[in-house]
């Protein structure tokens, strides 16, 4: 018996691990279907969140000076810099998809709740959706093979 | 008759409601370390500091508990870089708040960094949500996306002191 509730555990530990290390394949560095961007998604605590570390135009046309989430519903946090903004935030794993996250539109200020699907090891599908998931809108983005 | 009774006696219930005495405590943390791990890329970098919390001992100590909190907020967070790195490096900081349970809430920017310095005072959001509950957590995360100028082989260790607002019912 104690042998069996050894092999229990030892079990769930590997099930624990593979799960996580599944769940994991989503941190790396992504580009969306547009190329404007490149974000990379990262994990603190037990979530993933996404934040953009490349702008194809990175300076505002209008000030000459790097862009500014200038649609940010709060005023004061106009001043936070596009780049290195966290766009994609609160991600759990559940074994298949990555869900109850939100994605940040940055041209419209607006957040959208949002799940990540992996079509394959280097291809998403992100959705992002006001209320019902099936009247939201998808991307594809794909990962950027960073050089070593 | 019932609803003349009622409509007269409205006001003084919502009179009741409201006057309920609220007092604010200000709970500040400890010396919290938020370390970005080296070497660093030019661009945004992530340092991150975990605090497991200690609110509820202060309103303990303070007379009151967890449950009587309605509502809390970030007051002031000032950062103190390591003496061998001043801000020259830093170009923006941006400070957010993120626990299990919670969705993760931006609590202060500084864009620009003020070159020279080593001791930073963020500009605190005047919109926050959910702060109390990321309190009440047992283990929050502080978070700094912090914009480096150039690459460095250094790991950066950001000691933070965060001033929050607690409001008790």
Same mark, same amino acid.
């Given at each position: ?5 050894? !092999? ?9 691990? /593979?799960?996580?290390?599944? $769940?994991?394949?989503? !941190? ?9 961007? @490149?974000?990379?998604?990262?994990? !603190?605590?037990?979530? &993933?969140? $996404? ?10 046309? /209008? /000030? ?21 903004? @966290? ?7 559940? #074994?298949?998809?990555?869900?109850? $996250?939100?994605? &940040?539109?940055?041209?419209? #200020? ?12 280097? /291809?998403?599908?992100? @959705? ?8 939201? @809108? ?11 | ?13 919502? +009179? ?10 200000? +709970? ?6 938020? %370390? ?11 340092? =991150? ?46 400070? =957010? ?7 993760? %809430? ?35 995360? +502080? ?20 001033? +929050? ?5």
């Amino acid at each position: 018996m104690k042998l069996l509730s050894i !092999i229990f555990f030892l079990l769930l530990g590997t099930f624990g691990a /593979t799960a996580q290390e599944a $769940g994991d394949k989503l !941190i790396g560095l992504w580009e969306p279907s547009n190329g404007k961007a @490149r974000v990379k998604i990262e994990k !603190i605590g037990s979530k &993933y969140y $996404g934040k953009i570390v490349w702008l194809r135009e990175p300076l505002d046309p /209008t /000030t000459k000076a790097a862009k500014l989430d200038k649609n940010n519903p709060d005023e004061s946090m106009r001043s936070v810099p596009l780049k290195g903004y @966290r766009m994609l935030k609160d991600f759990t794993f559940n #074994g298949t998809e990555w869900t109850d $996250g939100t994605i &940040y539109d940055p041209e419209s #200020g607006s957040t959208y709740s949002s799940v990540i699907k992996a079509k394959d090891e280097n /291809t998403l599908d992100i @959705r992002g959706y006001v209320g019902v998931k099936a009247l939201g @809108r998808s991307d594809v983005w794909k990962r950027v093979q960073v050089k070593q | 008759m019932r609803v003349l009774l009622f409509l007269l006696l409205l006001p003084t219930l919502i +009179f009741l409601s409201c006057s309920g005495e609220s007092k604010v405590l200000v +709970f500040t943390t400890p010396e919290i370390t938020l %370390q970005a791990d080296g070497p660093l890329l030019e661009g945004s970098n992530t340092a =991150q500091g975990n605090f497991k919390s200690t609110l509820a001992d202060f309103l303990k100590t303070n007379g009151s508990s967890l449950d009587k909190v309605s509502e809390a907020t970030l007051s002031a967070a000032t950062l103190m870089l390591p003496d061998s790195m001043n801000s020259s490096l830093l170009s923006e900081i941006t400070l =957010q708040l993120a626990a299990d349970q919670v969705d993760m %809430q931006k609590v202060g920017v500084l864009n620009p960094v003020p070159e020279g310095q080593t001791k930073l005072t963020l500009n605190i959001a005047k919109e926050q949500e959910k702060i109390g509950k990321i309190l009440q957590q047992a283990d929050m995360t +502080f978070v700094a996306d912090v914009n480096i100028k150039k690459d460095t082989a250094n790991s950066l260790p950001i000691k933070g002191i965060f001033e +929050f607002k607690i409001t008790i019912k």
